[in-house]
């Protein structure tokens, strides 16, 4: 019912949020950098939070990131870098969005807080300022730095030839996909379920009862189709355009999803921009026939494509064809799942192991016989025409084959050089006063500003 998609929170932003959560007697002062205070609970805050994603850092890793949080901070208010407050509001909620997807609703997360939801994003407002600023000031002092050929070569050159790392096998495939879909007729079976459960409500029957029974949303179900409090990005836009128009205690009509099914809504509460709803999902499944359908107009484009081996054609054909959004207007390019510049380079180890099985048999230039495809998380299946558009074997690094990869390396250690350039510059001219506890630490020798100690006068 909800969209889905990763919203990546890092441990620092976590340890925002629990600074906001809990405000305890503070022992004793860690660091004083500038104008700012580190106290040892923020330390322990931030640790907490590390081990809550099952993590077990180093304290002094973590006194050094905030020291180091400290100066940018200082600094772009010297440099006048600043953060919207509208940016600020919006990365709030994105945080909330998150926290409230994780727990299940907006009730828990504030049964966790022990506040509201509101009173809790105001609390947190100056910790993710601060955060955002240092980030900030962070491509601030990085970003007229440029990677030239000859900064890639030379950084492959410094590494030593036994230390090279070695790349999986990659490859390049693209796919045309064929969902089945149900006529008019096998929707109405399900269209008129889900009526039928809406009237028994109507008449008396109860909504919690009824959606554990039988509503196939598996995020709510078990919770008598309770969805909690939510704002308008956190639903699809069927769902949404009923939740906002309906008072409380209304009921919508039997609507359809085209990726999920057909949905009845009831508003409980609304808060300002969050609405409180429960609903019932019936997801019709997809028939013998329709998938026979589907095989049937996969085989017609695999046919016109294998027509005088139209590979030039396959581009064109996922955009006329494929219903995939993700891959549809890419040319069929299926994305590596894991990296950050989304790539269509993947290694066969990232690979969907089904895909894998298929192109593992193919030749590059290729086009696959359509395929009975099952997703893994969904159980839904489809038909699915495969191209395998190149294949790099597992190798060592080198400059020819990789060197958008290197540069990528090459970019990375220049940008922590110049990070680590600044903070060395930046320190010595900050005031900086660590514990002693702390100053023991190999990650903060040379941080805090020398004590000169005043001549003694012989008596």
């Known amino acids: 019912m909800r969209k889905f998609g990763i919203v990546i929170l890092s441990t620092v932003l976590f340890a925002a949020a629990a600074n906001a959560q809990q405000k305890r007697v503070l022992d004793k002062i860690v660091a004083v950098v ?21 993590a077990h850092p180093d304290k002094c890793m973590l006194a050094q990131s905030l020291i180091t949080q400290k100066l940018l901070i200082q600094q772009a208010a010297i440099d006048s870098i600043v953060v919207k407050q ?28 022990g506040r509201s939801i509101l009173q809790y994003k105001e609390d947190i407002q100056n910790d993710v300022r ?80 009824l959606a554990t029974t039988y509503s196939q949303d598996p ?48 508003v409980l509460e609304r808060r300002g921009e969050q609405v409180h709803t429960r609903h019932i999902l019936i997801s019709p499944p997809f028939t013998a026939a329709s998938l026979e359908r589907t095989k049937g107009k996969a085989d017609t484009v695999f046919n016109l494509l294998s027509k005088d081996n139209k ?40 690979l ?36 395998l558009k190149s294949v790099t074997n597992a190798h060592k690094a080198n400059l020819e084959q990789d060197f958008p990869k290197i540069k990528q390396f090459a970019t990375e250690d220049k940008t922590a050089r110049t990070i680590s350039q600044w903070f060395a510059k930046k320190r010595k001219e900050t005031y900086i006063k660590i514990d002693p506890q702390y100053q023991a630490c190999p990650v903060l020798t040379g941080w805090a500003t020398p004590v000169v100690e005043s001549a003694q006068v012989k008596p």
């Open 34 to 54: 500038g104008n700012s205070v580190i106290l040892q609970s923020d330390i322990e805050l931030m640790n907490t939070q590390y081990i809550m994603q099952n």
């Open 352 to 387: 969907d192991p089904q895909i894998a099985a298929v192109i593992d048999t193919m030749k590059v230039g290729s086009i696959s016989k359509p395929i009975v495809y099952t997703d893994a998380r969904s159980g839904k299946s489809s038909y699915r025409i495969f191209y």
């Open 311 to 350: 590979v030039d054609f396959f581009a064109t054909a996922a955009s006329l064809y494929s219903d995939s959004k993700e891959t549809k207007y890419n040319g069929g390019l299926i994305l590596n799942p894991e990296g950050e510049s989304r790539t269509t380079i993947i290694p066969t180890d990232k």
């Open 86 to 113: 509208e940016d600020v509001e919006a990365d709030v909620d994105r945080r909330m969005r998150y926290m409230i997807q994780k727990a299940g609703g907006q009730d828990k997360v504030e049964a966790y807080l």
């Open 219 to 266: 995020g709510s179900a078990s919770q008598g189709g309770d969805a909690g409090f939510n704002d308008r990005n956190q639903f699809i836009k069927e769902y949404t355009g009923w939740a906002f128009k309906l008072k409380a205690g209304e009921y919508s009509p039997v609507f359809e999803s085209p990726d999920y099914g057909f949905f009845f809504l009831q």
């Open 130 to 209: 601060e955060i955002m600023l240092a980030e900030r000031m962070k491509g601030h002092i990085t970003e007229k730095l440029n990677t030239t050929p000859q900064d890639v070569k030379d950084y492959f050159n410094k590494i030593p030839k036994d230390s090279l790392p070695t790349f999986n096998k990659e490859v390049e495939v693209a796919e045309i996909v064929f969902e089945p879909k149900l006529s008019k007729e096998e929707k109405d079976i399900y269209r008129e379920k889900s009526q039928a459960l809406l009237d028994r409500i109507k008449k008396g029957e109860d909504f919690g009862t």
